[in-house]
């Protein structure tokens, strides 16, 4: 009988659960805390060559060094540093870089809905923290997370967190390194070949119904397409119809 009542308990929504389902049996702050940097460490170190890439690239298009590390706590969106850097380096109109790096962010919209059920328990000020803290990599672990209702949510947003935190840190002094140091890599190491292939790993646990998978073959068919197309339009494009893909496919189910 016992085992019947906790497991009705745990099955009911996270939406329809009072503030008692939400604390009772919960996992501890900073057991959640430490639990996301542990999930985020392997993937936060795959962002290592993304720091010197970028220091590289922004040094490149002619950004001077304490600019182009400014860039990484102020926009802290490794896309758009990179299309925003080459941009400035093609010398593209300032509206394109906007419209540009705005566009190919928009996935962050996404990420915010499929996040905001849960987390809308939490103060403005929890929510503006980790709204900033929210990237492909934090998502990918910390969605997989929310989506374990064998685990109560109050203390979940401590996971988010601690997954957030890590990759911040790492994005950080890898951007350092990389304005300083990246120039020295060499170039056979094709260090750059490792952005296409983290982003496959973060993506490929994320697809779990026709909606993602949609968005991500037409969004990918596209890039493929528009691949010449100047001032990296062609990724804003992708952008755009992988999202009206997705939101289509959601909208008919």
Known sequence: MDGDRAEGRHSKPFDLMNQSDLEADAPSAPAELLAGIRAEIPVA??????GLIFGVIALGAGLPPLFAIAMSPVVFAGSAQFIGAQLIGLGAPAIVIVVTTFVVNLRHA?????????????????????????????????????????????????????SGLTLW??????????????????????????????????VIPTLQDRPSVAAALVAGAVAVATFHFPYKIGLMLASLAGIVAGVWLERRA
Do not use: C
């Open 169 to 202: 840190i790492v994005w950080q002094i890898s951007t350092v390194v990389g304005v300083y140091l990246g120039a020295q890599v060499p170039a056979v190491w094709s260090l750059d070949f490792t952005l296409a292939l983290t982003f496959i790993g973060l």
């Open 45 to 50: 170190f795959s962002v290592i060559p993304f």
């Open 110 to 162: 996404l990420y915010g809905f499929s996040l905001a059920p849960h987390l809308k328990h939490l103060s403005r000020g929890w929510r503006w923290l980790l709204a900033y803290l929210l990237t492909d990599e934090a998502f990918a672990m910390t969605i997989i997370h929310y989506r374990d209702h064998s685990l109560y949510l109050a203390n979940k947003h401590w996971f988010f967190l601690g």
